[in-house]
């Protein structure tokens, strides 16, 4: 009996964590369509160009980028994130705490995350300065940050004003264009197959998580 007990318990446990990564998956892809919605809204060519869901090789895998922001005051590689609850953040450890309805959860510290996205981006535009490709971690969701909000990390709306507020030009609608045309020409194809294997890179490096 108590085998038995055990072994339900470890299948509820299983079944739980799973259910909460499938929500999670099934809330960012949402979140990610809802993000792209408002930057469409607010920033318009021929200005700004929004890529969503980029893929890209790189030597030991691939980076798949949520979005890029190509803009007259630069190139933004954005991260996003939907989540509720607590948010414990320290922008120098590896793993980040959602505290939710008294349940505990572990998840990649996306700031880390996003230096390789911003890597990837910036092996391809080559020819730009690097300091004009710039990480965001964009927060869709209700989530509170009981920690100091690290640097790069915006809500929706402070990311939209974060974007506004960049009134110095990097560059002409020509070298926008090369960028994008760069962009566009090394992407991986959106596929099934491209998603698994980035996925199964994924738990790869970090070990399932």
Known sequence: MIELLLLLAAVFAIGFAAGHYYRVYSLQNRAEANLAARLIENFTAPSYHLMNNVTLRRNDGTSQVDHILIAR???YVI???NYKGWI???PRHSMWTQVLFKSKFRFLNPVHQNFGHVRAVQSLLDFLPPETISSAVVF??????KTELPVGVYSTASFINHIRS???EV????RMQFCIGR???NRLALTQQTDVE?????QRKHGGV
């Not at 869709?140 to 940050?145: I, L, P, R, W």
């Not at 980035?198 to 994924?202: A, I, K, P």
């Open 73 to 75: 005051s630069g190139v």
């Open 79 to 81: 991260e996003t994130k």
């Open 88 to 90: 414990f953040a320290n």
């Open 140 to 145: 869709t969701g209700k989530a509170e940050f």
């Open 166 to 168: 960049q009134v110095t």
């Open 171 to 174: 560059m002409s609608e020509n």
């Open 183 to 185: 962009l566009e020409a």
């Open 198 to 202: 980035h996925r199964q890179y994924v």
